[in-house]
């Protein structure tokens, strides 16, 4: 739930998570679309669990925020009519409200509360709107827009390296042309059913041998298997028209909003998962490639993302250091003719430490998702 998401944003946010403590909680915090937790109190600060109950007939998000800004310090998402779900975190001295978002109502924001002392406890991100994404997701949509005149450019002169049966060069070419395409990860659901014609694995139980598989993967099986250019021709040319296809018809397309912060966690988990595991390679051996793109997918999300970022991610600097030690590690498998070292050939102890750096870059890459979420105020 997106509850636990924020409070793991909240702890990683601080570097801190305090211990437990003994203070009473307060008793069941009631809401509804007349009122919002309008009764508690808390004697003194320190870890509480609030038990919230919708005694409405509609289901409600509701946050702990700071009144005075609307920062969050915790949330409970979708919590059904007449049900009850916790919510815990560190109370500090400061102070707090209540806010109900009800469906079809406006937003209710209760009492507020001031709890005393100088505790420091789980900090508040305020929150970010569809508004504040906007203009992100214009820049990355043109940024993706100038990557896919630049693939199209790339995809026909790889076509026409197989075309002649250059297929020495058609695989230099393929791998341009296919971590350009890598590069575009945020916008993989945008792409719709043109990603799995460009960019598919085979599904069916015919494996390779399927006859309706198509894209880089395809393309790659035969060029590293000896296939002849007139067996590639068709499937080079396909490639071309797939490419040229979203490209046209890119302009009309929108990146889901959510997507933007969700994809800085998820294009590096498809690469652990594809990439580092050498699930995705049909023959290149160049995963470790793949994932130094997918790395700068990552990155430049993160760019555009950052100035939103920077005044609610206190790890945000963790997140570049593990990313730059993941990369250091990749670049060294990269031989000095410009060729890779594919992962079935990396020892147990190169396996590891990549394995280990791409792990912990997405721990500090998943509260990204939770803090940049587009929220109703």
Same mark, same amino acid.
């Not at 109900?100 to 109502?105: G, Q």
């Not at 590690?329 to 050939?345: D, F, H, M, Q, Y």
């Given at each position: 739930?997106?509850?636990?998401?924020?409070?793991?944003?909240?702890?990683?946010?601080?570097?801190?998570?305090?211990?437990?403590?003994?203070?009473?909680?307060?008793?069941?915090?009631?809401?509804?679309?007349?009122?919002?937790?309008?009764?508690?109190?808390?004697?003194?600060?320190?870890?509480?669990?609030?038990?919230?109950?919708?005694?409405?007939?509609?289901?409600?998000?509701?946050?702990?925020?700071?009144?005075?800004?609307?920062?969050?310090?915790?949330?409970?998402?979708?919590?059904?009519?007449?049900?009850?779900? +916790?919510?815990?975190?560190?109370?500090?001295?400061?102070?707090?409200?209540?806010?109900?978002?009800?469906?079809?109502?406006?937003?209710?924001?209760?009492?507020?509360?001031?709890?005393?002392?100088?505790?420091?406890?789980?900090?508040?991100?305020?929150?970010?709107?569809?508004?504040?994404?906007?203009?992100?997701?214009?820049?990355?949509?043109?940024?993706?827009?100038?990557?896919?005149?630049?693939?199209?450019?790339?995809?026909?002169?790889?076509?026409?390296?197989?075309?002649?049966?250059?297929?020495?060069?058609?695989?230099?070419?393929?791998?341009?042309?296919?971590?350009?395409?890598?590069?575009?990860?945020?916008?993989?659901?945008?792409?719709?059913?043109?990603?799995?014609?460009?960019?598919?694995? +085979?599904?069916?139980?015919?494996?390779?041998?399927?006859?309706?598989?198509?894209?880089?993967?395809?393309?790659?099986?035969?060029?590293?298997?000896?296939?002849?250019?007139?067996?590639?021709?068709?499937?080079?040319?396909?490639?071309?028209?797939?490419?040229?296809?979203?490209?046209?018809?890119?302009?009309?397309?929108?990146?889901?909003?959510?997507?933007?912060?969700?994809?800085?966690?998820?294009?590096?988990?498809?690469?652990?998962?594809?990439?580092?595991?050498?699930?995705?390679?049909?023959?290149?051996?160049?995963?470790?490639?793949?994932?130094?793109?997918?790395?700068?997918?990552?990155?430049?999300?993160?760019?555009?993302?950052?100035?939103?970022?920077?005044?609610?991610?206190?790890?945000?600097?963790?997140?570049?250091?593990?990313?730059?030690?993941?990369?250091?590690?990749?670049?060294?498998?990269?031989?000095?003719?410009?060729?890779?070292?594919?992962?079935?050939?990396?020892?147990?102890?190169?396996?590891?430490?990549?394995?280990?750096?791409?792990?912990?870059?997405?721990?500090?890459?998943?509260?990204?998702?939770?803090?940049?979420?587009?929220?109703?105020?």
């Amino acid at each position: 739930m997106r509850r636990a998401a924020l409070t793991a944003a909240l702890a990683v946010s601080t570097g801190v998570i305090a211990a437990c403590s003994g203070a009473p909680s307060p008793a069941q915090i009631s809401v509804s679309n007349g009122g919002c937790g309008s009764s508690w109190q808390l004697a003194d600060p320190g870890w509480h669990t609030f038990q919230i109950h919708n005694a409405a007939a509609e289901n409600a998000d509701v946050d702990l925020v700071n009144p005075g800004n609307g920062a969050i310090y915790a949330e409970v998402e979708a919590l059904g009519p007449g049900t009850t779900s +916790p919510m815990r975190l560190n109370v500090g001295s400061g102070s707090y409200a209540f806010r109900c978002l009800f469906e079809d109502f406006e937003a209710i924001t209760g009492p507020t509360v001031v709890v005393g002392g100088h505790a420091r406890g789980t900090p508040a991100i305020l929150p970010v709107t569809r508004n504040d994404l906007l203009a992100p997701a214009r820049q990355y949509h043109d940024w993706v827009a100038a990557g896919l005149n630049t693939l199209a450019g790339q995809a026909g002169a790889l076509a026409a390296d197989v075309r002649t049966g250059n297929l020495g060069a058609a695989r230099t070419a393929w791998l341009t042309a296919h971590l350009t395409y890598q590069r575009l990860g945020a916008a993989y659901d945008a792409f719709g059913d043109f990603g799995d014609e460009i960019d598919g694995v +085979p599904d069916s139980q015919a494996g390779v041998h399927d006859p309706d598989w198509t894209g880089f993967h395809r393309l790659e099986y035969g060029l590293w298997h000896g296939q002849s250019a007139g067996q590639l021709t068709g499937v080079a040319n396909k490639l071309v028209a797939d490419i040229r296809g979203l490209r046209a018809s890119w302009p009309d397309q929108e990146i889901d909003l959510i997507d933007m912060g969700l994809r800085t966690h998820e294009i590096l988990e498809n690469a652990l998962q594809f990439q580092l595991s050498g699930h995705d390679d049909y023959g290149s051996g160049t995963t470790l490639a793949t994932t130094q793109a997918n790395i700068d997918g990552t990155r430049e999300l993160l760019t555009i993302l950052r100035p939103l970022l920077v005044p609610r991610y206190a790890g945000l600097p963790a997140v570049y250091s593990w990313l730059d030690r993941l990369q250091a590690l990749i670049g060294k498998e990269r031989r000095p003719n410009g060729t890779w070292v594919s992962v079935s050939a990396l020892s147990t102890s190169q396996r590891q430490q990549i394995d280990a750096a791409c792990s912990q870059a997405l721990e500090a890459l998943a509260p990204i998702a939770a803090i940049t979420e587009p929220r109703r105020t």
